[in-house]
């Protein structure tokens, strides 16, 4: 057990730093690039649901909005049933370079996964939802007033 909790961790540190070398690649702040992620995993999302995710204020995450919308990365748009809210969609051809070496680092995550038998990939899969759940859970509790 130690040894998957201590692959969860050198992985979550490898990821921190990759995406924070990524930020520097694309001359991003790290909020901005988490949220694209967040974009790109979720779908379009309304200003309050991106704030909430990247635990931001209401205002911050406005000036975040803006910054990429001004950068041609994001859009808004009208929400499909509520016209009170606007939604937050990643732009149909961001203006972004190309990272080839996401691109390889992406291949070789995929290739990893297919290397798996489907029993396994249902085994790491859940192991990895169950400690994204931890972590949402987590979040929640230190966010809550101390």
């Known amino acids: 057990m130690a040894d998957a909790v201590a692959a969860l961790h050198r992985f979550g540190t490898q990821r921190d730093r990759l ?20 974009l790109e995993l979720a779908g379009p999302l309304s200003q309050r649901d991106l704030a909430d995710r990247l635990l931001l ?24 049933t509520d016209r009170r809210v606007s939604l937050v969609a990643l732009a149909a051809d961001p203006a972004l370079p190309d990272v080839p070496e996401l691109d390889r680092y992406h291949a070789a995550v995929r290739a990893a996964a297919g290397a798996l038998s489907g029993p396994a990939r249902e085994a790491v899969s859940g192991f990895l939802d169950a400690a ?15």
């Open 19 to 38: 995406r924070a070398a990524l930020a520097r690649r694309l001359r991003l702040p790290l909020n901005d690039l988490d949220a694209l992620e967040h």
């Open 57 to 80: 204020t209401s205002g911050a995450v406005t000036l975040l909005v803006d910054r990429l919308a001004g950068a041609g990365l994001v859009e808004r748009r009208q929400h499909p």
């Open 132 to 146: 994204a759940r931890a972590a949402t859970e987590a979040t929640r509790e230190l966010r809550e007033p101390g």
